[in-house]
């Protein structure tokens, strides 16, 4: 079964700095989707960013990027020019390629506050 | 579109009692998902459904029931609720077409306690 490790539970970060997420998981398949998702204190869980495995190009969006690492299993996500709005919980997901589910596998999660 | 909704927000229930949360989504989604969170942790499945009148189990399924009988609508049983079961719960929806195929969106969540 797929496991994702979150091992940073809680980070801080100084407004209009860049600040890394760091996630790693477990797998034996070779495709699949990794996700960031992001849950402000209203509890809605908000998609940040995704990036299929069989991509090389790490994806971006706009002050969010990934650097993910295929072979260290490895998928990192950094926030640049950081804003208060940017306070929350972080979590990291992956979905496994096999038809049927789509079922997302989540990481523990980790608290990002933002300081002013 | 509303999207994902999900009532009630909050709910108590005291040991042994019943409830059924309810799901609906308006974006004509063939999957839907029953999530929880216990404090500190991330989201695990508790069953989910590819389409109406299909579904099967997820990781933490005990203690629950579900149906399909609708696209629309997923709602998810607690027979017996136990301590345990206090939890965050959330409900996602997903399609397998259109521009960001398998993205799921999420409902607001139900605080439930049971005491």
């Known amino acids: 079964a797929q496991t994702v490790t979150q091992s940073q539970p809680e980070m801080s970060v100084q407004e209009a700095e860049t600040v890394t997420l760091s996630c790693t998981y477990d797998t034996s398949e070779s495709d699949y989707y990794l996700f960031w998702y992001k849950q402000p204190p209203s509890r809605q869980m908000i998609l940040v960013i995704r990036?299929?495995?069989?991509?090389?190009q790490n994806a971006t969006e706009n002050r969010f990027s990934v650097n993910f690492q295929k072979a260290a299993k490895s998928f990192s996500l950094k926030i640049s020019d950081s804003q208060l709005g940017d306070a929350a919980m972080y979590f990291c997901a992956y979905r496994s390629p096999q038809g049927g589910s789509e079922k997302l596998v989540f990481g523990k999660g980790m608290k990002l506050t933002v300081n002013p | 579109n509303a999207g994902v909704t999900q009532t009630p927000k909050f709910r108590i229930l005291k040991i042994g009692q019943s409830m059924t949360l309810q799901c609906a989504q308006d974006m004509n989604h063939n999957y839907m998902y029953w999530y929880r969170q216990d404090p500190g942790m991330g989201l695990k499945l508790i069953y989910y459904?590819?389409?109406?009148?299909?579904?099967d189990k997820g990781e933490v399924p005990n203690g629950y029931n579900v149906s399909r009988s609708t696209t629309e609508d997923f709602p998810l049983r607690l027979e017996l609720a136990a301590p345990s079961q206090t939890s965050v719960y959330f409900c996602?929806?997903?399609?397998?077409?259109?521009?960001?195929?398998?993205?799921?969106?999420f409902g607001p969540g139900t605080r439930l306690t049971v005491t």
């Open positions: 990036q299929e495995a069989y991509k090389q």
């Open positions: 996602a929806s997903s399609d397998t077409t259109g521009v960001l195929p398998y993205e799921q969106y």
């Open positions: 459904s590819v389409g109406a009148g299909i579904t």
